[in-house]
């Protein structure tokens, strides 16, 4: 069925390390990847995204990589800072056009 | 421009009732999802609009219905009302069914 899994559920780094968040889909015809970072109390916001014709994808610090044979893709966080502290969740639009959330991360940067 | 308006904020009603939510997306977008958001469940989808079609429907029971009007504005309707249905109910809106969403703030709905 479908279904996003990510890993891991908690992560708390030091300020200055980089972070990972991985995610798995079930979808093999799924093509928009898209990673929401949501601060406490706020409204999930679209931080990166990236389509099935892509491996890699980067905005400054952020970065989303795509394994298409391994149905994967990772955030990575370079440099982490303490704004970056949130819950992070990876999405999976399938073959049927639904955007299907992963379960969340939460992320610490400690300072 | 304007962002995504959810309305009304908060809301509690009682067991058996029934509840209407409102959501006006970005202008000019015709996409809108529904999303139900709790500690334990993440964010689970709920439906999809666009031009006033549903295209999608998550795994929710009938109680649940939505509509979108010829202006992209949408409401989701519950009816019949249970506790376990307390939750912060998001509308997210895209230009396109191929692009990321804009979220509202949410309506948080805690049922009594």
């Known amino acids: ?111 | 421009k304007a962002g995504v308006t959810q309305t009304p904020r908060y809301l509690i009603k009682t067991r058996g009732q029934q509840v209407t939510l409102s959501c006006s997306p970005i202008s000019g977008h015709r996409s809108v999802s529904w999303y139900q958001q709790t500690p334990g469940q993440g964010l689970q989808f709920l439906f999809e609009y666009f031009s006033e079609t549903q295209r999608n429907k998550g795994n929710f029971p009938g109680r649940f219905s939505g509509r979108q009007f010829s202006n992209s504005r949408s409401e989701m309707n519950v009816s019949t009302l249970e506790l376990g249905d307390s939750a912060l109910y998001l509308c997210a809106s895209s230009a396109t069914v191929n692009y990321g969403y804009t979220f509202g703030s949410g309506t948080r709905l805690t049922v009594v």
């Not at chain 1, 400054?60 to 440099?79: C, D, G, P």
């Not at chain 1, 991360?105 to 300072?111: E, G, K, Q, R």
């Open chain 1, 1 to 111: 069925g479908e279904n996003v899994e990510q890993h891991p559920s908690t992560l708390s780094v030091q300020e200055g390390d980089s972070a990972v968040i991985k995610c798995t889909y079930s979808d093999s015809a799924s093509n928009y990847f898209p990673w929401y970072k949501q601060e406490l109390g706020k409204r999930p916001q679209l931080i990166i995204d990236i389509r099935s014709n892509v491996g890699e994808k980067k905005d400054q610090r952020i970065a989303v990589t795509l394994n298409k044979t391994a149905k994967h893709f990772s955030l990575h966080i370079t440099e982490t800072q303490p704004e970056d502290s949130a819950v992070y969740f990876c999405a999976d639009k399938t073959s049927y056009d639904k955007v299907i959330f992963g379960p969340g991360t939460s992320l610490s940067v400690i300072p």
